[in-house]
């Protein structure tokens, strides 16, 4: 049973940068794809990005593309969510997630508590 705690988030202004972590207990997270998704108030739970367990494949939605970044570091068990050029619209609770399988979809077997960043105009 793999169990995920995400930090990291906060209030910054737009334009502003923040990272979140995932840190990953009683599992490894290196076998598993990881991912970051987000919920905004009233809305569907979105995919914001993926990686593989190697770290060489990524994904992301088109909305981040370019001022988001993923990363991981296995020996660490923790994987990054890099947020750059943040806007109003990137306001959400944002969710780690690990699975063997990436999919944009939210259909991954682990979740961890989410994170909320808001982000002011």
């Known amino acids: 049973q793999v169990q995920l705690v995400e930090s990291g988030g906060g209030l910054v202004q737009a334009g502003g940068s923040l990272r979140l972590s995932c840190a990953a207990f009683?599992?490894?997270?290196?076998?598993?794809?990881m991912g970051w998704f987000r919920q905004a108030p009233g809305k569907e739970r979105e995919f914001v990005a993926a990686i593989s367990w190697s770290g060489d494949n990524t994904h992301y939605a088109d909305s981040v593309k370019g001022r988001f970044t993923i990363s991981r570091d296995n020996a660490k068990n923790t994987v990054y969510l890099q947020m750059n050029s943040l806007k109003p619209e990137d306001t959400a609770v944002y969710y780690c997630?690990?699975?063997?399988?990436?999919?944009?979809?939210?259909?991954?077997?682990?979740w961890g508590q989410g994170t909320q960043v808001t982000v002011s105009s």
């Open positions: 997630a690990a699975d063997r399988v990436m999919t944009i979809s939210t259909m991954w077997d682990y």
């Open positions: 009683g599992g490894t997270v290196r076998n598993y794809h």
